[in-house]
């Protein structure tokens, strides 16, 4: 609507960071500090072990809460584990699913990620499914890269659950490099989710996704990721440990 501010979601993955309970409470009272003069929502995904402080420790609207992955499983033998249960009683609304650092390092496959997308959407979480391509070709075998990994991973959600999910569009090779992509690239990516979601479901559902983008957002670039990348929403690693970065990403991406 001409003249309305679009509101855009901040997702903040600490990964595993920082190193002690302590360290993340100081860096979280800043936070809610610096967010009490910025609008927009900012989602911190802390460490699990830190989610039930975190979430004690604050009452107002602008911070929510969530979890960096979850098993599929809601209860049993699985040793180290977190249930999307758990996850939501410690607090937390949404869950990441599908990291890229997730699929490299704990072996996921489309096959494990579908599963635990609907187990995050039944525990009533907002999932949102990271995808991204590895390397972007010539060829532009990435396009099918995301086409199919959509389509498999989503393959237990139907349209009404699509109301929980997000997508977070995130190429593997700007997670934690120097470069972000650029931004027309990021808007020709999300034109072509939405196409793809248009196909899976229909093109009302795929205009009422958010989708977001991930990899090298700072506060150098979020203006004109924003500007021109045609996105609902960032999802931030590095920077949202820093509370002065991270405020002013939220800020930035909500029109200030
Ligand atoms: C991420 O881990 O999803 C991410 C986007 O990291 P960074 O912002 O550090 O590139």
Known sequence: MVGMKKK?????????????????KKIFSKIKQLSAEVSGVLVVC??????????SSYKGKKIMFGAQDAHWLNNGSMTGFLSPTMAQS???????VGHSERRALAGETP???AKKVLAGVEAQLTVILCIGEKVRDRNAEYLTVIREDLRECLKKIDKRMMAHMMIAYEPVWAIGGRDAMSPSDIHGMTIYIRKVLTELYDKQISDATQI???GAVNVDNVADIVKDGEIDGLLVGRDSLIP??????????NGK
Do not use: F
Request: hydrophobic share 55%; aromatic share 8%; net charge neutral.
């Open 8 to 24: 855009r979601i901040v997702i903040g993955n600490w990964k595993m960071n920082p190193p002690t309970l302590a360290d993340a």
């Open 46 to 55: 802390p460490p699990a072990t830190y989610l039930n402080a975190l979430v």
């Open 90 to 96: 410690a607090g937390a609304k949404y869950l990441i």
């Open 111 to 113: 096959e494990i990620i």
């Open 212 to 214: 977001l983008y991930g």
């Open 244 to 253: 002065e970065n991270i405020m002013q990403i939220v800020a930035v991406a």
